[in-house]
């Protein structure tokens, strides 16, 4: 290791670390050694999420400072699903769709992580997962974990109520069975992951210290909530995504550059890499200022996931669109058949076709409540619609929603 400052503070100074197994014996290890540590991600979906970013962003600093990254794809554990904050039982994904969402996280992941030249690391835990023997398995793991002391943790806890299954609540030796693999294969000494995680991780590192008497270490990261406590990055469309054709980059800088005023500071420590004193600076701001300090954090983050051009490009986009009442060619723009317009395309459906409202309820919702306008006029009626006679002169329709949501329809033939 060179001589840098260690990794664990400045991942306490940006407000990362929520719990350790042992503190002073992580900030040891990682200032003495280059350390093999891990998070998982469940392939539930396509794309990785804003919610994923912040642990991105942990693995990011932890190589940048001379560490090893083992990013686990969930090919094994997804087949079952984690318990963890969940109200409900996860619905069952079929292998084919798992794998291939493993497939995209993967690709997601190489833009932020270095792999080359073993680096980092990319495992499935379908691996070893899939072609357990389930006496085998029992034998060699389940006999370490006490059903009452599982009983206690907050992530069946939660479940109880509502019906835990026994499908689920094989989870914990799943997850635990996954540290001691990676520990066994790549002497993997440190889990990370989000503070919802934290039975399952230290389960795992009291399992490695029973079978192989040796340590090993875990770390929950904070968890990105609004004020009200609500898991951030989710809008009324749904989840805010890394992948650019789920989540357009002008929508996910707008995201950002609308977060609460006392997130700011917050996510510029968490979501960036910018040195904390300008952190602390930007957060100080009071007011219209803070307007500034916002559009700092939503191009800094758009930088990271979508590359300086996209950032740039959203960011004179947002700029363009207050200036000049709704004009940019960078303005998330659907493309309409120019027959559509024949008879007229209703208000309702072109609200939920570019996805400016989740569905056509919501749509009515938003317009009789006068926060729809169309080329700088208001809709009043739910049942207005627009031929190529109601096109600006630019010939497109520029759909605002609120202050500062805009959407620009053109007609292609």
């Not at 080359?116 to 793991?141: G, M, P, Q, S, T």
């Not at 000049?324 to 303005?331: Q, V």
């Amino acid at each position: 290791m060179s001589e840098q400052r260690n990794v664990y503070d400045i991942l306490v100074e940006r407000g990362f670390v929520e719990q350790t197994t042992n503190e002073q014996e992580i900030k040891e290890l990682l200032g003495k050694e280059s350390v093999t540590f891990y998070i998982g991600f469940d392939a539930t979906a396509d794309s990785l999420t804003a919610g994923h970013f912040l642990t991105v962003m942990a693995m990011m600093h932890m190589q940048r400072a001379g560490h090893r990254p083992i990013a686990l794809l969930g090919g094994g554990t997804t087949m079952v699903g984690d318990p963890s904050g969940k109200s409900d039982m996860r619905s069952m994904m079929t292998m084919e769709t798992i794998g291939r969402n493993a497939q995209c996280f993967r690709k997601q992941l190489s833009r932020f992580i270095d792999f080359d030249h073993d680096n980092a690391i990319i495992a499935n835990n379908a691996d070893w997962l899939l072609d357990l023997n389930y006496v085998e398995f029992l034998r060699e793991v389940g006999v370490h974990f006490s059903v009452n002391k599982m009983l206690t943790a907050d992530c069946y806890k939660n479940r109880m109520e509502k019906g835990l299954t026994f499908f689920e609540f094989n989870y914990m030796l799943m997850q635990s069975y996954d540290f001691l693999k990676l520990s066994n294969l790549y002497d993997c000494k440190l889990q990370l992951g989000g503070n919802d995680q934290w039975s399952n991780i230290i389960s795992g590192a009291d399992l490695i210290r029973r079978k192989e008497k040796k340590q090993a270490y875990g770390l929950t990261l904070k968890l990105l909530t609004t004020s009200d406590g609500i898991k951030m990055g989710k809008t009324m469309k749904g989840a805010v995504w890394l992948d650019s054709k789920k989540t357009p980059p002008y929508e996910f800088y707008q995201y950002w550059r609308n977060i609460e005023d006392v997130k700011v500071e917050e996510c510029l420590g968490l979501l960036t890499f910018l040195p904390m004193d300008e952190v602390r600076r930007l957060g100080s701001y009071k007011g219209a200022q803070m307007n500034h300090a916002k559009e700092v954090l939503a191009y800094e983050i758009t930088k990271i996931v979508h590359g300086e051009e996209e950032a740039i490009k959203a960011q004179n986009a947002a700029k363009a669109l207050f200036a000049d009442g709704g004009k940019s060619e960078d303005m998330p723009t659907t493309n309409v058949n120019t027959a559509e317009f024949a008879e007229g395309k209703d208000i309702l459906t072109l609200l939920v076709e570019t996805r400016l409202a989740p569905t056509k309820s919501e749509a009515r919702r938003l317009v009789q409540q006068g926060g729809i306008s169309v080329n700088g006029e208001k809709v009043m009626a739910i049942d207005t619609k627009f031929t190529l006679e109601n096109l600006d002169a630019d010939g497109v329709l520029i759909i605002k929603k609120g202050k500062k949501g805009y959407h620009q329809v053109k007609p292609v033939s």
